[in-house]
């Protein structure tokens, strides 16, 4: 996975192997998405929308903690996807990131707790699938105009036949500035925090101490501590099995 100029973004580019028959891909795989970004994303709900050509869905967020970090990928049709940062306080405030995702190349995009994500149909059936951390939690989930000047965000409304088509509630969502205002956006230092707590969720540090990364008696009795058995420390080599 690249990152992307926001922090907390990703860039994922599968290999595509095509033949006669079609072709195949696979789409996530948490080894690795685990070792570029330090911690495992759990998967609480798999989310799909289907939008025509010229809808815009967007720009959602959600309170930090938990937060929804997203994994999100275009299965079929195209869509430009965009990754904007609400986080108060972070050094790219305001600054959105738009890439393309289509069932050519097959691309995905990763977005961590507290970034915005939005996205614009570019074709008729577009289909869009998300990994979410979290299950949807309406009280709290929130939205910020993606119409807004001040993001300015270049939706393609070339492509897609002129003005967006947006649900009642994206469009009475306020501006950036509004939901700043009123204290709703989450704060870059809460995000980066609960980052650093999922990099040291019991799964982690044990898959750190299995690795050699980490094997100081500290965190061997910090993973005890969150819940793994003394089995699983055996099986990683560290501590004995006898009493």
């Not at 192997?17 to 998405?33: I, K, N, Q, T, V």
């Not at 939008?51 to 970090?69: C, E, T």
Request: net charge negative.
């Amino acid at each position: 996975m690249d990152s992307l100029g926001i922090e907390g973004s990703w860039l994922s580019t599968p290999q595509v192997h095509r033949d006669d028959r079609g072709h195949f891909l696979e789409l996530f795989r948490g080894a690795e998405f685990a070792a570029d970004l330090g911690y495992q994303l759990d998967v609480a709900q798999v989310n799909c929308s289907v939008s025509r050509r010229g809808v815009l869905r967007g720009i959602h967020y959600a309170d930090v903690p938990p937060g929804q970090a997203k994994y999100v990928s275009c299965v079929s049709g195209a869509i430009l996807d965009v990754i904007a940062d609400l986080r108060a306080g972070s050094p790219t405030f305001g600054q959105w990131e738009a890439v393309r995702l289509d069932d050519v190349d097959r691309r995905a995009v990763f977005l961590s707790e507290g970034l915005g994500h939005a996205f614009m149909a570019l074709t008729d059936a577009a289909t869009v699938m998300y990994l979410c951390s979290t299950p949807y939690a309406p009280g709290r989930e929130h939205g910020v105009h993606p119409l807004d000047p001040a993001l300015g965000i270049a939706w393609p409304l070339d492509e897609t036949g002129g003005a967006p088509v947006l649900s009642a509630k994206d469009a009475a969502a306020p501006t950036l500035e509004e939901a700043l205002l009123a204290g709703q956006l989450p704060r870059y230092d809460d995000c980066i925090a609960y980052r650093r707590e999922l990099r040291t969720a019991p799964g982690d540090l044990l898959a750190r101490l299995v690795h050699g990364q980490q094997r100081d008696r500290d965190a061997v009795l910090r993973v005890h501590s969150l819940g793994l058995v003394a089995q699983d420390l055996q099986v990683a080599g560290l501590v004995r099995g006898d009493p």
